[in-house]
């Protein structure tokens, strides 16, 4: 004990490499392995907070790399010392994992939006009115996705998404691996307490991300936001410790707080070691506050992160708690939320792009003009509905604004710099690739050309499509060479791509035969590529990744997707209306059965793997799952079924053996078991038949029940007399 506190206190006075302590710590004091760990753990934990929250390490990479390899090194030898906070957790896993829904203690509400300083002002003069003089804290509102971290004894337990605000996804695993949360917590910290604030993706990392994603020819990310949610929901952490995601806090709910104010409740959780923004500053009247936003309105801009607003905060709790809340969000704060950028620029020309769906999408061509940091040319129009809404002309001067999506928009036209003589937009009716009579679907706003077979944008976009690294992950052949490919009459559908040789592709320009046996080797892999990706692959309108993954989870194998009629399409997950007839279209197709009969040949797995069963205790059962279940997803349920040699069944019918009903059974199955006298199981009871195999197969622990119908009220009376 007095050891370690001298170890802390040198290394407070010296700033001097923790490492060296702890190796100093275990020849000085002959001390034991575990203690060799637990020094290390400290050390790095301390090293990573300087690093992510404070930017200021005080050891090189090298130094720091050396004492994790030995941590690393020592956990490995010594399992029994396994520790789901050591540092080395930041690395992440490879192991694939689903989210347990999670009820979160106290609700994450949302914020009231403004746009308008009158607004802002009125909700200042409201708080005036009521509570009499007021400080104000003004934070910076961070443009990425919530999250509220659970910390115990010092450690972190659990951190949930928002979700809809009453529960969200338990994402623990792949939070651990973000350098700036801390694993474990220094100073004078409550026992237990929740801490809420914003996951967000740097731009750095946001840039370097689709760079990434645009050479494997996976689909971009419209922005840092959609980037760093979507990367919070990846089932592997070890891809989100890569992805250089951040997070900055600021609120702390728990039931009992030693502070009277919020910014002194920020203070407290920067000496615990979370990251708080430098930023927020206390306001005390509403020229402060509007100086404050006009400063951050130009200042963001050079932020190297995505902030879309300020949020203004009364800081005193007791102010809060009379204040109290609406049933969406508290009376006593309000986001500011600054106006997306525009600029005003002529509209030069329109062009059409074809994707490999046929789908047409205009695009505008503009006069080159400045907007938030760089230089617009072109912006979507989105479709001929659109086109006309907005009645944009060709010569007309519009305005462009940056919004959600990757490419800008034209938001409005400048009517008073019109023409005289400007007229309506015409609408093209041809397809501009291949002068085929564009078609419209019924409830699709755009218009299509239905040439698959013969237009161009649309041959090329299938095979690149198919090529995907998430779907056959042909590697080598990117959208170049097929474009040469096709040029060469080589390439002409996905189902050539197995007649090519290693000769055809070496004469290629910028293709040696290294390359060419590579690729060849690479479509060669792609043939044991499973099912579900196969099916992801062929380019079905609609039917996405997940939607393919449904499907062959439901039908097994190819024939049986080909042969079902509509009603059957429509009993898998995910599977409406549109997708099924999208399918059925593409299966009424006989080029695309010529196309799949040579893909059969050339050794597809037109199949879903068998699985190895567990039992074959519900051998001859045909079982529906229905509702919502604590424990396991519908899927996990499905999958124990099929590996304990039972049949999932969607409707309950006269040969239906059990139901194994969650929350919210659907009221027409539960009426229709009650006639048919279908006997209804539990999740628990399900489970107690197979065996007792409660463990999901996310490898994480089922989520802890925390509360009961009454302690839900409590809390709930709690949040709306006293959450900070
Ligand atoms: S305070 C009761 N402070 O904006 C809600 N929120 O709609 C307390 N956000 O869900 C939220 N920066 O995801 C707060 N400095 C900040 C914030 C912030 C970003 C997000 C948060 C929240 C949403 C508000």
Not at 98 to 120: A, C, D, G, W
Not at 378 to 391: F, K, P, V, Y
Not at 688 to 694: D, V
Request: with cysteine.
């Amino acid at each position: 004990m007095i050891a370690t506190n001298f170890i802390h206190l040198f290394f407070q006075q010296f700033k001097f490499s923790l490492y060296l302590y702890a190796i100093i710590y275990k020849i000085g004091m002959g001390l034991s392995i575990y203690d060799e760990i637990v020094a290390l753990r400290e050390a790095l934990h301390e090293h990573n907070r300087r690093y992510y929250v404070e930017n200021s390490p005080v050891i090189s990479d090298y130094e720091f790399d050396q004492m994790m390899h030995r941590l690393i090194e020592l956990e490995e030898a010594h399992p029994e010392f396994a520790d789901e906070n050591s540092p080395t957790m930041r690395v992440g896993s490879d192991k694939t994992s689903e989210f347990q829904n999670v009820k979160h203690r106290y609700p994450m509400l949302s914020l009231s939006n403004t746009y308008s300083i009158e607004e802002l002002d009125e909700f200042i003069n409201r708080i005036e009115k009521e509570e009499g003089e007021t400080e104000f804290v003004c934070e910076l509102k961070f443009d990425g996705t919530a999250i509220s971290l659970t910390y115990e004894n010092g450690k972190l337990l659990r951190a949930v998404t928002r979700g809809d605000g009453e529960s969200g996804d338990d994402v623990t695993a792949n939070v651990r691996t973000i350098g700036s949360i801390p694993l474990t917590l220094t100073g004078d910290y409550p026992a237990e307490f929740e801490i809420r604030g914003e996951i967000f993706m740097p731009y750095a990392s946001f840039d370097r991300l689709n760079i990434e994603r645009e050479a494997a020819g996976e689909q971009l990310f419209a922005n840092p936001r959609n980037a760093a949610a979507g990367t919070l929901k990846q089932q592997q952490s070890s891809i989100v410790a890569k992805r250089g995601l951040d997070c900055t806090l600021y609120q702390i709910a728990s039931r009992e707080l030693p502070f009277s104010t919020h910014w002194e409740a920020l203070e407290s959780a920067r000496r615990w070691g979370f990251k708080i923004s430098e930023h927020a500053r206390i306001c005390r009247s509403a020229e402060e506050i509007r100086a404050f936003i006009e400063h951050w309105d130009t200042a963001r801009k050079e932020l190297p992160y995505p902030t879309d607003g300020i949020v203004i905060k009364v800081n005193d709790f007791a102010k809060r708690r009379r204040l109290g809340f609406t049933s969406k969000s508290p009376r006593w704060a309000v986001a500011y939320k600054f106006k997306a950028e525009q600029a005003l620029t002529r509209l030069v020309s329109v062009d059409f792009q074809v994707g490999r769906t046929g789908a047409i999408t205009p695009v505008a061509n503009l006069e080159p003009v400045l907007l938030a940091g760089t230089v617009v040319k072109r912006a979507t129009l989105h479709n001929a509905e659109q086109i006309e809404l907005l009645d944009i002309r060709l010569g007309d001067m519009v305005y462009v604004e940056k919004g959600g999506e990757i490419i800008p928009k034209i938001t409005e036209v400048e009517l008073s710099e019109r023409k005289a003589d400007s007229k309506p937009f015409e609408y093209i009716t041809e397809c501009p690739e291949c002068g085929a009579k564009l078609v419209r679907y019924e409830g699709e706003a755009k218009h299509y050309c239905p040439n698959q077979g013969g237009c161009r944008p649309q041959i090329l976009g299938r095979i690149v499509h198919f090529i995907r690294r998430k779907a056959l992950d042909i590697d080598g052949l990117g959208t170049e060479t097929v474009e040469l490919l096709h040029e060469s009459n080589l390439l002409n559908n996905i189902a050539d791509i197995y007649d090519l040789k290693a000769v055809d592709l070496a004469v290629l320009p910028r293709l040696g035969e290294k390359s060419a046996d590579n690729i060849i080797r690479s479509i060669n892999a792609s043939k044991s590529v499973p099912f579900a990706r196969v099916l992801f692959g062929l380019g079905i309108r609609f039917v996405g990744e997940t939607t393919a993954k449904y499907l062959a989870a439901h039908f097994k194998s190819l024939d049986a997707v080909m042969s079902a009629s509509k009603e059957q399409l429509l009993e898998a997950e995910e599977v409406g209306d549109k997708i099924a007839d999208a399918i059925l279209e593409y299966f009424a197709d006989e080029n695309n059965i010529a196309i799949i009969e040579r893909l059969r040949a050339a050794g597809l797995q037109f199949e879903e793997e068998a699985k190895e069963l567990h039992s074959n205790c519900l051998e001859g059962k045909s079982i529906v799952i229905s509702g919502k279940f604590l424990d396991h997803s519908r899927d996990e349920l499905k999958e124990l079924i099929e590996l304990h040699g039972g049949k999932n069944q969607s409707g309950v019918s006269a040969n239906t053996d059990f139901i194994v009903a969650g929350e919210n059974m659907g009221p027409a199955k539960l009426q229709k078991a009650e006639k048919l006298g279908v006997k209804i199981l539990s999740e628990s009871e399900f489970i107690a038949l197979i065996g007792g195999e409660l463990q999901n197969n996310t490898g994480q622990n089922p989520v802890t029940k925390v509360e009961t119908k009454n302690e839900d009220k409590k809390e709930n009376d709690f949040v709306q007399g006293s959450l900070f």
